[in-house]
């Protein structure tokens, strides 16, 4: 089946460490991108990007980081930076960002909790 | 300022009933309108599209109006079942952008 594997599921962080959050995709989709979601808020863009060596940062990138290097990959560090990196991470995908209504396909999340 | 609204409190109806869900936004001229539906710990679902120049899609049990001059989109869900509780949201996408811009969700609860 075609989709988006997100991992891990869940992830405790101490203070100062640095955490990195996988998003894999088989949908062959050109187009990756990473939200947060916190209680009450909609998705906030943090990062995306629209071919494989090539990233943009979107309305929240401060304190993360992200890599492009293979079309099916799309990891997210939360770096120490990062001052409230507790939050529910969604990784999605589509097609072409330039195309159409650019729907998303969504994996399934990662909660980090910061202790 | 832009802002996409959606309501905040949950909607709670019994099963059988049409659920209508509101998607308020200003200051956009919004090209696309999506829903999604999102459960509790789970990535968001893409149910419905509806372009700028349509004004109703419907599909199955769900149907999604389109008023870009109220500004508003209408989600609802006729014949609600207990498994239609959830929580859903719209999302807006220019035309000049390749950004979609999320509501923060309405939570729907369908009682039995």
């Known amino acids: 089946d075609g989709g988006i594997t997100q991992s891990p599921k869940y992830l405790f962080r101490k203070e100062g460490q640095n955490v990195t959050l996988s998003c894999e995709q088989n949908?062959?989709?050109?187009?990756m991108y990473w939200y947060r979601q916190d209680p009450g808020q909609g998705l906030r863009l943090i990062y995306y990007s629209q071919i494989v060596n090539d990233f943009q940062k979107g309305d929240i990138a401060e304190g993360y980081s992200v890599s492009r290097e293979k079309k099916e990959s799309f990891p997210l560090t939360v770096t120490s930076a990062q001052k409230n990196p507790t939050a529910f991470y969604l990784c999605?995908?589509?097609?072409?960002?330039?195309?159409?209504?650019?729907?998303?396909?969504f994996g399934a999340g990662s909660r980090l909790t910061v202790l | 300022s832009q802002k996409i609204e959606q309501n905040s409190e949950a909607l709670n109806i019994q099963e059988g009933k049409t659920a209508t869900l509101t998607c308020n936004y200003t200051n956009y001229s919004p090209a696309y309108l999506q829903w999604y539906r999102q459960d509790p710990g789970r990535g968001p679902v893409f149910l419905l599209l509806i372009r700028e120049n349509e004004k109703e899609k419907r599909k199955e049990r769900l149907k999604v109006t389109f008023d870009t001059t109220l500004k508003q989109s209408l989600f609802h869900i006729t014949a609600s079942q207990p498994a239609d509780s959830a929580t859903y949201l719209c999302a807006l996408r220019m035309d000049s952008s390749y950004k979609l811009i999320f509501g923060s969700g309405t939570r729907l609860l369908v009682r039995p």
């Open positions: 999605a995908s589509s097609l072409r960002q330039d195309s159409g209504a650019n729907v998303l396909t």
């Open positions: 949908l062959n989709h050109d187009a």
